[in-house]
């Protein structure tokens, strides 16, 4: 129904490039999430595929058919804002059957679609009220609402979820999914929050300062980070970062030097890598793949101890420095200001060499 | 806030000075209810018996209502004009703005410094050429004009106080501008529209300057007509008043009643 492609799509402000050269495909009825920092260039990539903002280089295709030039009404896409721009002198029921009623649709199908619609989000008690009358987490429902009525092939969210709290955030996020599911249409989400991203997406376009960092599917994104930089945005806590010297890369293990005194040795990889022995690399390890151990590569004292229940967080101040944080549901080993070792999962982690592009990863899939 | 109480030495002052402010009308609208010879009497007399005479003298005289329409006329008349060509103005500058919009917005402002007298000449000749002088349309014409960058800019103000993000919801829902314009803004901005009338009708109103000079007997309005009375009548005080409290009444009234509006209309956007 809806499929978008975008070939090096950019976007200039003046002087100023927010969006650089993007390349992605979204396929139908996919659920692709834009996720990257604030000010990456999320908004001005949606806006552009909505039609709100023009293209400064490079060409859109909706189904084929390429977008650029196409009013915003006439791409068949809704858009739903961080803001719910929601029309406040008009009724719930209003503000869904606005555009129909605008494009002279006949009452009796306007009314139709809006039960339908109020039916889906569980809106029928609400619509003859006015937004301002209405929960944050209503007015929500009520913007996604008006999308719906449309039947758009497709949907732009930018950020629907900010302006909840956090226990009806999560909730939405479910209930979008679902969404997503009954509807059958293409979705683009934007978020800041990589749980978001995490949770919801068929696929995950990571941005950094209007560029492409990585696409992928949520878990190609946690075990195979592409850069230093999605390495970091994606996961929480964050991955954990150890400079390194690549010491000896032999054709079945290679050697990588944390510290004077400890090293840590794994099987090359199928290709060799493409570095110079002595080389600098950076050696991520997720939190979870950590693990205390009587002596291994890492040493430190324990700086902080985080109880959450499920897991518990500790902070160690790395000898050399810098701090690791540690995942693990062992409560009964660690006391703040201890003494640990730590080791390494044997087949978990990436490599990244100086410029911060992953050498390669130990991972699963 | 503040809830300082105010000092009964303060409160004096701020009376004094009101007092001292409206003495002037206070006393015309004593006089116009006084007979001319005890207008003039030295000292002034502050007890008398009020007559209405002054108002009759002053009504059969001079065609009070005449003039009275063409205020009417004009006020309303160029109001309405002046928001029907900064509603669209306003609406593209608040949200299709381009490079030169605040600048056009600055010069629209800075007209409104040039003293009237400066285009004198010029209007006038081309008032004379076109046949719009002494004419109701012709007032109508430069009362718009002189009210336009002040309605323009309260209308801009009132339009970016307006989420932009709405109107992009009906843009991408295939609301064109002009429904835009009508079901979203007309209504929205509605408090804010009937401000800026409000003060445009105010203005125009007491408009003297080209009501004097461009009008005659038959397009005068109130301004002209108690411009024009004063000078044969000049020194019938009694009756020079009673023809300015007519000339004033109406649109102090007017002020009156829509000053709850006009107030709330002009601080809307500082107190946000
Ligand atoms: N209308 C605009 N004019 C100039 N710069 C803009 C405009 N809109 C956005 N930008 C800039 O473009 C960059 C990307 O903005 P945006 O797409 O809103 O980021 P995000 O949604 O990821 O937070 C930011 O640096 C922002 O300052
Ligand atoms: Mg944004």
Redesign the pocket.
Same mark, same amino acid.
Do not use: D, L, Q, R
């Given at each position: 129904m809806a499929k978008l492609e975008l070939r090096k799509v950019g976007k200039f402000?003046g002087g100023?490039e927010?969006v650089k050269s993007v390349d992605l495909t979204v396929e139908d009825r996919e659920f692709v999430v834009f996720v *990257?920092p604030?000010?990456? *260039?999320?908004?001005?990539l949606l806006r552009m595929i909505a039609g709100l903002e023009d293209i400064s280089s490079g060409e859109l295709f909706i189904d084929g058919a390429r977008a650029n030039a196409v009013p915003p009404d006439k791409r068949g896409l809704a858009m739903v804002f961080q803001s719910y721009a929601l029309y406040p002198h008009m009724t719930v029921a209003g503000n869904m059957g606005f555009a129909l009623k605008m494009a002279g649709a006949p009452k009796a199908e306007i009314a139709e679609k809006v039960q339908e619609a109020a039916r889906v989000l569980q809106l029928e008690p609400l619509l003859n009220r006015r937004p301002r009358m209405l929960s944050g987490g209503q007015r929500q429902r009520v913007a996604i609402g008006r999308a719906i009525v449309r039947s758009p092939k497709g949907f732009l969210f930018d950020e629907p979820l900010s302006n909840l709290d956090a226990a009806l955030r999560v909730q939405m996020r479910t209930e979008l999914v679902k969404l997503h599911q009954a509807l059958a249409a293409t979705m683009i989400y934007v978020t800041h929050d990589q749980v978001e991203a995490m949770t919801m997406a068929d696929r995950i376009v990571v941005l950094e300062g209007g560029r492409v960092a990585q696409v992928g599917t949520p878990l190609e994104l946690y075990h195979r980070p592409a850069n230093l930089f999605v390495a970091g945005f994606i996961g929480s806590p964050k991955m954990n970062f150890l400079s390194a010297r690549a010491v000896a890369i032999g054709p079945r293990e290679t050697t990588l030097e944390l510290a004077p005194d400890r090293v840590l040795a794994f099987p090359s990889p199928a290709p060799a890598l493409a570095i110079a022995p002595g080389a600098a690399v950076t050696l991520g390890v997720r939190p979870e793949h950590l693990r205390f151990v009587e002596s291994g590569p890492l040493r430190g004292v324990v700086d902080v101890v985080e109880h959450l229940g499920v897991e518990t967080l500790v902070y160690v101040k790395e000898s050399s420095g810098g701090t690791v944080i540690v995942r693990t549901d062992d409560l009964s080993r660690v006391r703040q200001g201890e003494t640990v070792s730590l080791a390494l999962h044997p087949d978990r982690g990436s490599l990244f060499d100086t410029a911060g592009d992953a050498l390669f990863h130990l991972s699963p899939t | 806030m503040n809830e300082q109480r105010a000092s009964l030495p303060g409160t004096i002052a701020a009376w004094v000075v009101a007092f001292l402010m409206v003495f002037p009308i206070l006393w015309m609208a004593i006089t116009a209810f006084k007979t001319e010879s005890e207008a003039i009497a030295i000292p002034p007399l502050l007890l008398f018996r009020p007559v209405l005479s002054s108002f009759a003298a002053a009504l059969a005289q001079s065609g009070y209502l005449h003039f009275a329409l063409n205020s009417i006329i004009v006020s309303l008349g160029s109001t309405v004009l002046a928001i029907l060509i900064a509603f669209p103005a306003a609406y593209a500058m608040a949200f299709q703005p381009g490079r030169h919009t605040q600048d056009l917005l600055v010069w629209m402002l800075s007209t409104k410094m040039l003293p009237p007298v400066g285009v004198l000449v010029p209007i006038y000749l081309i008032f004379r050429d076109t046949g719009l002088l002494d004419t109701v349309e012709g007032l109508v014409i430069v009362d718009t004009l002189m009210n336009l960058p002040i309605v323009v800019w309260m209308l801009f103000s009132f339009f970016r106080d307006i989420p932009r993000d709405i109107l992009e919801a009906a843009h991408m829902d295939g609301v064109g501008p002009r429904k835009q314009m009508m079901h979203l803004l007309l209504p929205l901005a509605s408090p804010g529209i009937a401000s800026a009338a409000l003060l445009a009708i105010i203005l125009s109103w007491n408009e003297a300057f080209w009501s004097i000079n461009l009008t005659a007997a038959h397009a005068g309005t109130l301004a002209a007509y108690i411009a024009r009375y004063s000078a044969p009548e000049g020194l019938f005080w009694a009756k020079l008043s009673a023809a300015s409290v007519l000339a004033v009444a109406p649109i102090l009234l007017f002020g009156c009643l829509a000053q709850r509006r006009l107030v709330r209309g002009l601080t809307v956007g500082a107190v946000k």
């Open positions: 402000y100023f927010a *990257g604030s000010g990456c *260039g999320k908004t001005t | -």
